[in-house]
């Protein structure tokens, strides 16, 4: 029950805070003249790995590429993975979206081989 009442609490805080912080981590980088880009995609990256944590339980892989996993995992067998794969591709206009970030992620996460 503490562990549940601790993710509330850590989401209400995710809600409130996020907007403000990210307007005034993006005024910092400004005023200091740094670059966003690295820093809009590293917020993105976070946020995509939240996303692997609710939805597949796995806070160490993104969306894309867990989804890639588990459509690979059951030899094309898992057509919600697939589908769901097909839609995240189209959204970023790349076909190989989701392969190229489990591939990425397996490298990053010395993921096992016989995994792949």
Not at 45 to 65: C, K, N, R
Request: one cysteine or more; glycine letters at 4%; a neutral charge.
């Amino acid at each position: 029950m503490m562990k549940f009442i601790l993710m509330l609490i850590a989401m209400v805080l995710v809600a409130v805070l996020s907007i403000p912080a990210l307007m005034l981590n993006t005024l910092r980088k400004l005023y200091r003249r740094e670059k966003l880009k690295e820093y809009f995609h590293i917020v993105a990256l976070g946020f995509d790995q939240a996303g692997g944590s609710i939805l597949y339980g796995q806070e160490d892989w993104t969306v894309s590429s867990w989804t890639f996993y588990l459509w690979r995992k059951s030899e094309g067998m898992n057509q919600s993975a697939y589908y769901f794969m097909r839609f995240i591709n189209t959204l970023f206009m790349d076909e190989k979206h989701c392969e190229d970030s489990f591939y990425s992620e397996a490298e990053r996460l010395k993921f096992k081989a016989e995994w792949m």
